[in-house]
């Protein structure tokens, strides 16, 4: 469903993503890892759009993406059919929770009320949080505000999640409840790219782990085997840092 090739992406003089070949197929969960500016979320940012790219190929369901922005067609229906849950929620805050999760169904796709509320409340049962639907999200805590920001993704009916560190700025004991969520999702099927630092779910949820340094794919496997047995000095060196 995501296939980049030979893909270049520089901020200024800085060059930030360099040749990244990586293929993700329908159904599988893969895990980014690396040390802080190696360019994972420029990585995973590139996949729906939100950078653009110097040089290489990048198709995400079958739409090609040209590098410096071209294909703007392509770009609005990847749009549609990846959805993506960052660090901080995002969630619009003059909003409950029900009308941040009905908004973009109704204005992308032209769903109706009805079935957007209908939906909002599906979901919001989904990542257990049912009886919160009208709240406004600063009445939430953090781990209850990323369930919504998952679920308000899952509305548009995505083909496509991307993760960028989705628990990194919650409190400990409300990281479980969100990592069960994304557990639950990728059990039921959903394609997903997740850039986290927790590597017990990249070893449990993960069908592959690849390893980022200084912009280049240095590793990647099983979690079995990236975790357990390292090729690369690099990711030897990362992962001692961090088991
Ligand atoms: P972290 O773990 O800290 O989130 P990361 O692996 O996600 O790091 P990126 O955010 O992708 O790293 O950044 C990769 C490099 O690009 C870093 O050197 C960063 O400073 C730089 N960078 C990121 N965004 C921009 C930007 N908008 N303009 C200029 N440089 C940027
Ligand atoms: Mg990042």
């Known amino acids: 469903?995501?296939?980049?090739?030979?893909?270049?992406?520089?901020?200024?003089?800085?060059?930030?993503?360099?040749?990244?070949?990586?293929?993700?197929?329908?159904?599988?969960v893969v895990v980014i890892i690396g040390a802080s500016g190696s360019g994972k979320s420029t990585l995973i940012r590139c996949v729906n759009g939100l950078e653009e790219f110097e040089s290489g190929t990048l198709e995400v369901d079958g739409q090609?993406?040209?590098?410096?922005?071209?294909?703007?067609?392509?770009?609005?229906?990847?749009?549609?059919?990846?959805?993506?849950?960052f660090q901080q929620f995002n969630l619009f805050p003059h909003l409950t929770v029900r009308?941040?999760?009905?908004?973009a169904p109704m204005k992308v796709k032209n769903t109706s009320q009805v079935v957007?509320?209908?939906?909002?409340?599906?979901?919001?049962?989904?990542?257990?949080?049912?009886?919160?639907?009208?709240?406004?999200?600063?009445?939430?805590?953090g781990g209850q505000q990323q369930r919504v920001a998952i679920a308000r993704a899952l509305a548009m009916e995505p083909r496509l999640m991307l993760f960028d560190e989705p628990t990194s700025a919650l409190d400990p004991e409300m990281i479980g409840e969100v990592l069960d969520v994304m557990r639950e999702l990728a059990k039921e099927g959903m394609t997903m790219m997740v850039v986290t630092h927790e590597?017990?779910?990249?070893?449990?949820?993960?069908d592959r782990v690849i390893y980022i340094h200084e912009g280049q794919i240095v590793e990647e496997g099983r979690p079995e085997d990236v975790f357990d047995n390292p090729q690369n000095e690099r990711t030897q060196a990362f992962l001692s840092r961090v088991l």
Do not use: C, W
């Open 1 to 28: 469903i995501v296939k980049m090739k030979g893909m270049n992406k520089y901020f200024g003089k800085l060059h930030v993503l360099k040749d990244i070949d990586l293929t993700v197929e329908q159904g599988e």
């Open 64 to 85: 090609k993406l040209a590098p410096k922005g071209g294909n703007q067609q392509a770009l609005a229906e990847i749009r549609k059919e990846v959805g993506m849950v």
């Open 99 to 103: 009308k941040n999760i009905m908004l």
């Open 116 to 141: 957007a509320n209908a939906t909002a409340e599906r979901l919001l049962e989904r990542v257990g949080i049912g009886s919160q639907a009208d709240k406004y999200p600063n009445q939430l805590s």
């Open 199 to 206: 590597m017990g779910f990249a070893r449990e949820v993960a």
